[in-house]
């Protein structure tokens, strides 16, 4: 089946610093991709999404490419701030039998950005 | 806009309680809905899925049950909680109307926090 695999956390990077927050997948087919943040406490909120290949989703100074040839969807942010600090998530939808999809999710980042 | 609302915020039950968990959403029509749930250090597991009222798909087989009682309304329940059943448990959305944003797109809620002691 369908699979998101994300580097392992946590990520600790001072503030300003480049972030790039891997994820790869496996799927059948060109899924939409996405990446979710949540903070502490809280559900997730959309981040960016990509539909097909070659897109770019970005949002708040982060961005990922939808990379085909490589199944990659990384996030990259050019100069991190604390409240950045959070845990990422990165999914692929699979349509569902009957309708709605499915989002397949990696673990989650964790980032933490310091002073 | 749209808005998706869960209570509540924080739940502590015994084992062996029966538990229900509301999630209503605001501002749209016909959504998908569905219910994840989120163990402690591990991504995000769907449970139930729903594309109309009285329609309940499965992904896990488990302790737990959903019903739709109306449009906008996903309910999750337990007859039974197990220490298992522990967990932050997140209600999401998506549109269903071709042309809409991305039907493929899920709006999550707050989220419950689940504790069975």
């Known amino acids: 089946g369908d699979s998101v695999t994300q580097m392992e956390g946590p990520v600790t990077l001072s503030e300003e610093a480049f972030l790039t927050i891997n994820c790869t997948y496996t799927a059948t087919g060109y899924p939409s991709l996405f990446w979710y943040v949540q903070y502490p406490g809280e559900g997730l909120q959309l981040l960016l999404k990509a539909t097909k290949a070659d897109d770019k989703g970005s949002n708040k100074g982060f961005e990922a490419t939808y990379r085909k040839e490589t199944t990659s969807f990384h996030l990259e942010k050019g100069s991190v701030q604390v409240s950045d600090s959070a845990v990422y998530f990165c999914a692929l939808a699979d349509i569902l039998t009957g309708g709605g999809n499915k989002l397949t999710f990696g673990t989650g980042t964790q980032l933490k950005v310091e002073l | ?117």
Do not use: M
């Open chain 2, 1 to 117: 806009s749209q808005t998706i609302h869960q209570w509540p915020a924080t739940l502590v039950q015994p084992v062996g309680s029966p538990l229900s968990l509301e999630c209503t959403v605001e501002g749209t029509s016909n959504p998908n809905l569905y219910w994840y749930r989120q163990a402690a250090g591990r991504g995000l597991q769907l449970l139930f899925y729903s594309v109309g009222i009285g329609q309940i798909s499965s992904e896990v087989p488990q302790n737990l049950s959903a019903s739709r009682p109306q449009d906008r309304q996903f309910i999750l329940s337990s007859k039974k909680l197990l220490l298992s059943d522990s967990g932050f448990y997140l209600c999401a959305w998506s549109g269903r109307l071709a042309g809409a944003d991305s039907t493929d797109t899920q709006y999550f809620g707050p989220g419950t926090r689940l504790t069975v002691l």
